[in-house]
């Protein structure tokens, strides 16, 4: 069994770009969730992806937004990059069905805004 | 809402020392609580959870937290810690959504040192 991966594993971009990041969810996983979580900080909630409808957002601004694919996957992306988005960013996978309300986490995704 | 506090940003113990790691959580609805493991530059690993039933659960690695629902605690523990680990434990708290997946609320995090 897959676990959840995510790519890419690093990236370093310029304040006021744009960015992509990538979740493959576990299979027989219909949920992604995705956090932010900052150097010294617990994850905090961005939003959440359920048979790819968004279903629930944390306080984050509209230029975070995701999508999520027929196959589970998930996309995040970022626009107009600001340095405070410097954080990991990790993705995590579920379903009540397969394994109750337990969310499976990924390697995450450290980005850098310079 | 919910939150979660964790007591503690540092603790220090001597290896074999018994492992004690503190979390309270404040739910308006029964909580569903979770432990994970996070070592340095990688994700989240779940160590244990209690959604119902027994109170006191076990996890991996040797650990065990017990749902105390007078106190609002989840408390994490082991009875001999061993250098392996040192790592950050993240105590979190979510509740059942019906049919979808509730979101995971975090404490800041409890950083677990082991001297030998």
């Known amino acids: 069994e897959t676990g959840v991966t995510q790519s890419p594993t690093h990236l370093i971009k310029t304040r006021g770009q744009q960015v992509t990041l990538r979740c493959s969810s576990q299979?027989?996983?219909?949920?992604v969730s995705w956090y932010q979580q900052a150097l010294g900080q617990g994850p905090q909630f961005i939003f959440q992806y359920y048979r790819e409808e968004e279903n629930g957002r944390g306080n984050f601004p509209p230029r975070f937004s995701g999508l999520q694919f027929p196959n589970y996957s998930s996309e995040l992306n970022v626009n107009a990059l600001e340095l405070d988005d410097s954080a990991l960013y990790l993705c995590?996978?579920?379903?009540?069905?397969?394994?109750?309300?337990?969310?499976?986490f990924g390697p995450g995704t450290r980005l850098t805004v310079l | 809402a919910q939150s979660v506090t964790q007591l503690g940003s540092h603790v220090s113990v001597s290896e074999g020392a018994l492992v004690l790691l503190r979390c309270n959580y404040s739910?308006?609805?029964?909580?569903?609580l979770f432990w994970y493991v996070q070592y340095p530059n990688q994700g989240l690993q779940l160590l244990l959870k209690?959604?119902?039933?027994?109170?006191l659960v076990k996890g991996i690695n040797g650990f065990e937290a017990e749902f105390k629902k007078s106190e609002t605690s989840f408390h994490l523990t082991k009875p001999s810690a061993h250098m392996s680990d040192a790592a950050e434990y993240f105590c979190?708290?979510?509740?059942?959504?019906?049919?979808?997946?509730?979101?995971?609320?975090f404490g800041k995090g409890t950083k677990l040192s082991v001297k030998p």
């Open positions: 299979s027989g996983h219909n949920t």
């Open positions: 209690y959604t119902t039933g027994a109170t």
């Open positions: 739910s308006s609805v029964p909580p569903y």
């Open positions: 995590a996978s579920s379903s009540i069905l397969a394994g109750g309300p337990v969310q499976f």
């Open positions: 979190a708290v979510t509740r059942n959504y019906g049919g979808s997946q509730g979101n995971l609320i």
